[in-house]
T-cell receptor
């Protein structure tokens, strides 16, 4: 039982390049999330998928796209990377995107640098 | 104004000291209040959660919520070097969690 896995662990891009961050969970969770973490800013939600087949914008969606490939996998794509997207990206999952209790399980993160 | 405010510290204490962490928030609709612990270069993991106002104790950790003041706290008793980490408060809103910035704690042996 690996929990939430993310690939790659590290990535360096040049401005304008594109890439996709991969996330998979093996806990049979319905909901998945992408966050970015920057110093002094905490975790900010980029996009989430409440259930397979649905995606919604979070707090900071500009410059990103997502795909919920199936129940297990949720990818994040940067179409044209910018230095402002240098950050640590975390994927998370939860049983459901409830209106109340919502324990989220996090992956180990991807450290992205855009030059 | 951020929805959740948390002093990022850093906080450095000697082993055995009591660590006190807190967050304030603005959204009165929050009902579940969580504390996540994040070790360096790792993902956050849930430490404790509390529903509504009140206290909850788990070993050396105590979480307090005061909804009337929109203020939550985490206390770590008899702190150990292994408690050195970043602690993030989080509040459960509609379909998502709202996180504080995190407080970095170092416990000196």
């Amino acid at each position: 039982n690996a929990g939430v896995t993310q690939t790659p662990k590290f990535q360096v891009l040049k401005t304008g390049q594109s890439m996709t961050l991969q996330c998979a969970q093996d806990m049979n969770h319905n909901s998945m999330y992408w966050y970015r973490q920057d110093p002094g800013m905490g975790l900010r939600l980029i996009y989430y998928s409440a259930s397979e087949g649905t995606t919604d914008k979070g707090e900071v969606p500009n410059g990103y796209n997502v795909s919920r490939l199936n129940k297990r996998e949720f990818s994040l794509r940067l179409e044209s990377a910018a230095p402002s997207q240098t950050s640590v990206y975390f994927c998370a999952s939860s049983e459901q995107a409830s209106e109340v209790y919502n324990e989220q399980f996090f992956g180990p993160g991807t450290r992205l640098t855009v030059l | 104004q951020k929805e959740v405010e948390q002093d990022p510290g850093p906080l450095s204490v000697p082993e055995g000291a009591i660590v006190s962490l807190n967050c304030t928030y603005s959204n009165s609709a929050f009902q579940y209040f969580m504390w996540y612990r994040q070790y360096s270069r790792k993902g956050p993991e849930l430490l404790m959660y509390t529903y509504s106002s009140g206290n909850k104790e788990d070993g050396r950790f105590t979480a307090q919520v005061d909804k009337s003041s929109k203020y939550i706290s985490l206390f770590i008793r008899d702190s150990q070097p292994s408690d050195s980490a970043t602690y993030l408060c989080a509040m459960s809103g509609v379909y998502k969690l709202s996180f504080g910035a995190g407080t970095t704690v170092t416990v000196r042996a």
